[in-house]
């Protein structure tokens, strides 16, 4: 189970308890919850036995306030009444009474519970470090209570890994594939029209690409040992590089290590000697980078090393930050730049920096640290969302040889969004909520007129009664309250793709065939499914063409008898490109379709949206692909490696222009991970393929080999 504190000014008294591994016996109640929830959002409370039907109209479960009385409040059972949902309460101290004949199936060891929660109208800073102290040896201490193991059996679960395109035909140089137009993301290789910049394993190679025949390798930049380069950007003049960078810490009586997130700014307006002029770092991974209307954000996580305090009492809990133009070194962050998200569940710290690129030699570096995980990352023009794994309990007999033994497990059922303003370097904490289920990437999240939308699926797919799969779309205003909603749509699936297009959405499920819905959003308060496509495969990525269609990237599928089980099973086959007519919303029609290769065949596109070529003058669009072909039943042969560009229009459907696959060599196996092409970028009248070996370039009209130069 996990928890977390809320301070502002005296330390709150944990009486949850929640942990990412937890294993219970018997059949004692645990509960699972936060301690503090913003005003007008539930407050969600898990336990480890269900409730029983009426417990709340009986009275049986009640709130009261600080003061001991009774108060009135909204109380929702969910999650196969295992979890309670609290609404209606206004801010202040509560503490949520559950008696004991409450629960469905009370024992010896069942007691009444009591659950102390606050409801708070704004977040505070933290104002000790005492207070950080204090919650990581709550974490510590709850760990040691489940420490103890059982032999258990699971089954593997399946994990995955709009405005107008932003490539205008007026453009004379590839940018990359944001998801919202103007707000940019970084990537691996980028061009600002003459050079092009790559990440070539630990260095940043730049390359003139002004003349297509004979290309050179300007400049190098090359990083430390302990730097990894993860996403370029440029803005104007500078060339900002996104770095992985670890750091060892040496004390006293042991060693430790951290990753720091850093932006290294250079200088390429001479890209042939580029000058780093700045570098700034936040402790912990990445999670995600956005540049819009001048402001970069850099959102990363951390857990600090708190395991370390069972044998010491000088270890720092606070996040490390650093920046060149005001530091010598890393630094811990000042604890009035830390708080605490409300409702998260997460031992962790979710950092955020935004920073003005304009007059950048003298703006100083605006950095918040939340503690509270975060995941998945969506932005708008006006808000930063984030969202956060909300796990509850799930139960299943063990394999000890007590018969009588249940182990709690925590599976995830919900999502905590957490939406943050942004004005400038401003980022404010503003709203957050709760919702049944778990997105599957950024596009199952976008806002429209103020109006933000998720697409979500709650349960297993191969779950079964209560369970089993299902997926929803719910919609929510400015303070995050929900207005609308479509549930249940395709039981038994999971959604693979989504895509938000105006005042509609489009939502891939698959299990067996590829449902594809449209769905009306024109109403926030009544969104309608207005029609559905079934076909074959599944698209794990959707992109716009215009208003009335949508080109789908994903796989073919097939069915076939296994020979082992005797029983009909879907496999994957070839890539699939799918052109969707949504014209008429209420009957869409797969208009055209390509399948490339067979069983085994993949490409960067069907997991990163970056790696998608487009070139709006001559409708292109492409990427990297390497062609397997399925043998026999299981076995695949390598075919070849390269890239593939069509010409998609509503006119003539989906038409291959150029084929740059190079194909297998006798006896070859597998495909060459130097040669590997990993991006496709455009410059005038030419196309260039990105390696990590080398550059080359074609005619973009006739794709013909026109040069190229070796990266290594």
Do not use: C
């Amino acid at each position: 189970m996990r928890g977390r504190f809320y301070a502002g000014g005296i330390l709150l008294l944990i009486v949850m308890l929640v942990s990412s591994a937890i294993f219970i016996f018997g059949k004692k109640v645990e509960v699972s919850a936060a301690s503090t929830v913003f005003v007008n959002q539930p407050y969600n409370i898990y336990f480890s036995q269900p409730l029983k039907e009426g417990s709340i109209e009986k009275g049986h479960i009640y709130l009261k306030d600080e003061d001991g009385k009774t108060v009135q409040a909204d109380f929702t059972l969910f999650d196969n009444n295992q979890a309670i949902a609290i609404t209606n309460t206004k801010p202040g101290k509560y503490v949520l009474q559950v008696e004991k004949k409450a629960f469905a199936k009370p024992t010896a060891k069942t007691k009444k519970q009591t659950v102390e929660f606050t409801v708070i109208e704004e977040i505070k800073h933290l104002t000790s470090v005492k207070d950080i102290e204090s919650f990581f040896q709550n974490v510590l201490n709850r760990e040691k209570r489940y420490k103890s193991s059982v032999e258990y059996e699971t089954s593997a679960t399946e994990e995955s890994k709009v405005a107008a395109d932003s490539a205008g035909s007026n453009s004379s140089h590839s940018t990359t594939n944001n998801q919202v137009e103007d707000i940019e993301e970084g990537d691996i290789v980028v061009t600002d029209g003459r050079y092009i910049y790559s990440i070539i394993e630990q260095d940043i190679v730049i390359t003139d690409a002004s003349n297509p025949k004979s290309m050179k390798v300007v400049s190098k930049i090359e990083l430390d040992r302990n730097s990894y380069p993860t996403q370029l950007m440029l803005h104007e003049d500078k060339l900002v590089v996104l770095v992985d960078q670890y750091i060892e810490m040496k004390k006293e009586k042991y060693v430790s290590g951290m990753s720091m997130t850093k932006a290294a700014f250079y200088n390429v307006k001479d890209a042939v000697k580029p000058q780093l002029i700045r570098e700034v770092a936040q402790d912990g991974y990445m999670n995600g980078v956005r540049l819009a209307d001048d402001i970069l954000y850099i959102v990363s996580n951390k857990t600090p090393d708190y395991w370390i305090m069972n044998e010491r009492e000088d270890v720092e809990l606070r996040p490390y930050i650093y920046d060149s133009a005001t530091d010598k070194e890393i630094e811990p962050m000042d604890i009035k730049q830390l708080s605490i998200l409300p409702g998260s569940m997460e031992p962790s710290y979710t950092i955020i920096s935004a920073i003005d690129l304009n007059n950048f030699d003298s703006k100083e570096v605006q950095t918040k640290g939340f503690l509270g995980g975060s995941s998945t990352l969506y932005m708008s023009k006006e808000a930063l969302y984030l969202t956060a794994t909300n796990y509850g309990a799930s139960t299943f007999e063990s394999r000890t040889s007590i018969a009588t033994d249940i182990a709690i497990l925590p599976m995830a059922s919900n999502t905590d969004i957490y939406k943050f303003a942004i004005d400038g370097t401003n980022v404010k904490l503003a709203a957050t909520t709760t919702i049944n289920g778990m997105i599957l990437n950024q596009f199952s999240m976008d806002e429209h007129n103020r109006y933000f939308r998720v697409a979500v699926t709650e349960g297993n797919m191969w779950g079964s009664g209560n369970q089993t799969s299902k997926n929803h779309l719910f919609i929510f205003n400015e303070r995050l309250e929900k207005v609308g909603e479509v549930k249940d749509l395709a039981k038994g699936e999971r959604i693979y793709s989504a895509r938000f297009m105006g005042d509609k959405a489009y939502m891939v499920t698959f299990r067996q065939v590829d449902p594809l819905f449209v769905i009306d959003l024109q109403n926030p308060e009544k969104p309608t499914v207005l029609g559905e496509l079934k076909i074959p495969g599944f698209s794990n990525y959707l992109h716009p063409l215009d208003e009335n269609h949508l080109i789908g990237f994903g796989y073919d599928t097939e069915t076939r008898v296994d020979s082992w089980s005797k029983e009909p099973i879907v496999t994957t086959a070839g890539m699939k490109i799918s052109l969707f007519d949504i014209t008429d919303f209420a009957n869409p029609k797969e208009q055209d379709t390509v399948v490339i290769g067979g069983r085994g065949t993949h490409s960067d596109l069907q997991y990163n949206h970056k790696a998608l070529f487009r070139n709006a003058k001559h409708n292109y669009y492409g990427f990297p692909v390497t062609v397997y072909e399925g043998t026999g039943e299981y076995d695949v042969k390598y075919k070849g490696t390269g890239a593939q560009v069509y010409e998609i229009t509503a006119e003539k459907g989906i038409q291959l222009k150029g084929d740059l696959i190079t194909p297998a060599k006798e006896g070859e196996q597998y495909e060459d991970w130097e040669s590997m092409i990993s991006r496709l970028v455009y410059i005038e009248d030419a196309i260039y393929t990105v390696s990590r070996n080398e550059v080359k370039s074609y005619d973009l009209q006739n794709f013909k080999a026109l040069g190229s130069v070796k990266l290594k």
